[in-house]
């Protein structure tokens, strides 16, 4: 059974930085683009960020481009975002998301999904 838990989530002032981890287990995917995906509350789900399979490329949503930075490992089949300068507007519930396709065209899309955890960004 594929498993995605993520980590690091909490509250933090407008400004400040926050390190999510994404642990998955059940099957490897170090093949595969892992990635991560927001709620907002009221919004749909959108795309954050995801990193081939060996890291070669990166993508990011325009909204997070110079502020949010993926990355991943994949001997312990893990991936990371490391987010600084956060505003109110990136008060979600983040997504870990593996398998992820679509990046080229930007109809980004996922196989497997963490549960989410919550980041808050207070002004």
């Known amino acids: 059974q594929v498993q995605l838990v993520e980590s690091g989530g909490g509250l933090v002032q407008a400004g400040g930085s926050l390190r999510l981890s994404c642990a998955a287990s059940?099957?490897?995917?170090?093949?595969?683009?892992m990635g991560w995906f927001r709620r907002a509350p009221g919004k749909e789900r959108e795309f954050v960020a995801a990193?081939?399979?060996?890291?070669?490329?990166?993508f990011y949503a325009d909204s997070v481009k110079g502020r949010f930075t993926i990355a991943r490992d994949n001997a312990k089949n893990a991936v990371y975002l490391q987010m600084s300068s956060l505003k109110p507007e990136d008060t979600a519930v983040y997504y870990c998301?593996?398998?992820?396709?679509?990046?080229?065209?930007?109809?980004?899309?996922?196989?497997?999904w963490g549960q989410g955890t919550q980041v808050t960004v207070s002004s």
């Open positions: 990193i081939t399979w060996n890291g070669g490329s990166l």
């Open positions: 998301a593996a398998d992820v396709t679509g990046l080229i065209s930007r109809t980004q899309q996922a196989l497997y």
């Open positions: 059940g099957r490897t995917f170090s093949r595969n683009a």
